[in-house]
């Protein structure tokens, strides 16, 4: 795939979608041939870093024990303690996975995390895991780990041959979602098996605009 038709792609997706009176996200679409997702090995899930992040701030919430507390709260959004798991009801955890994009834990407290909140958040791909970079060990240095999820997006094919997910804001610039762009093409070529002769197409489409083809 090449920049210049990504760059053409996204300056007709503009000029296709309306006027709105609010910040578009700027979507890619990437389907899939030559796949058998019933095998588990075929199944797609990885964690792409964006140059110039998705062009909103990414909300993080963070499972940590005493010790770590202070450094969570000063790089989170939201923290829950580990003496506080048990307080937390159905409803308020189903609340909670909506309102945070990821979720960070220590590596001790995953039996505990995933017990108490792993069925809501594994419903929404939002478990922590080590392939998202957001189990950590004691001690860890919070900052980058969240620095680097505010900038990745997780793309998907586990029933439907198909890979789509925000590469930015229509306030962005086009060079920057381009960049994105290609560096999600990239692994998930990196990631089939046969690589970029399993990719049906690619499109680029504005929240509220018709997708365009890039190729």
Same mark, same amino acid.
């Not at 797609?44 to 992040?53: A, D, Q, R």
């Not at 506080?84 to 308020?92: H, I, L, R, S, V």
């Not at 070529?189 to 929240?207: A, D």
């Given at each position: ?6 760059? =053409? ?5 503009r000029?296709k ?40 701030? %990414? ?8 010790g ?17 798991? +048990?307080? &937390? ?6 609340k ?7 979720f960070?834990?220590q ?6 995390v ?6 809501y %958040?594994?419903a929404?791909?939002?478990?922590p ?13 919070? =900052?980058?780990?969240?620095?680097? #999820?505010?900038k ?12 789509s ?23 998930l070529?990196?990631? #089939?098996?046969? +690589?970029?002769?399993?990719?049906? +197409?690619?499109y680029? =489409? #504005?929240?509220?605009g018709?997708?365009?083809?890039v &190729?």
């Amino acid at each position: 795939m090449r920049k210049e038709d990504l760059l =053409k792609a996204l300056e007709e997706a503009r000029k296709k979608s309306k006027p709105r009176k609010f910040v578009q996200s700027v979507d890619l679409i990437i389907p899939l041939k030559d796949i058998d997702l019933r095998k588990p090995e075929n199944r797609i899930e990885e964690y792409v870093t964006l140059p110039h992040g998705p062009g909103k701030r %990414l909300k993080i919430c963070a499972f940590v024990g005493k010790g770590m507390e202070g450094k969570a709260k000063e790089a989170c959004d939201f923290v829950i303690r580990d003496e506080e798991f +048990g307080k &937390w009801e159905k409803k308020e955890i189903k609340k909670l996975v909506r309102e945070y994009d990821y979720f960070i834990a220590q590596a001790d407290l995953m039996p505990s995390v995933a017990a108490k909140f792993g069925k809501y %958040l594994g419903a929404l791909g939002k478990l922590p895991s080590p392939k998202s970079g957001s189990i950590f060990p004691m001690n860890a240095d919070l =900052k980058p780990i969240v620095e680097k #999820l505010r900038k990745t997006v997780r793309i998907v094919a586990k029933k439907q041959p198909v890979v789509s997910c925000i590469i930015g804001k229509e306030n962005m610039k086009d060079e920057e979602i381009a960049e994105n762009a290609m560096a999600v093409y990239e692994a998930l070529v990196h990631k #089939l098996p046969e +690589g970029k002769k399993q990719i049906r +197409g690619v499109y680029v =489409k #504005l929240t509220m605009g018709p997708p365009v083809r890039v &190729w």
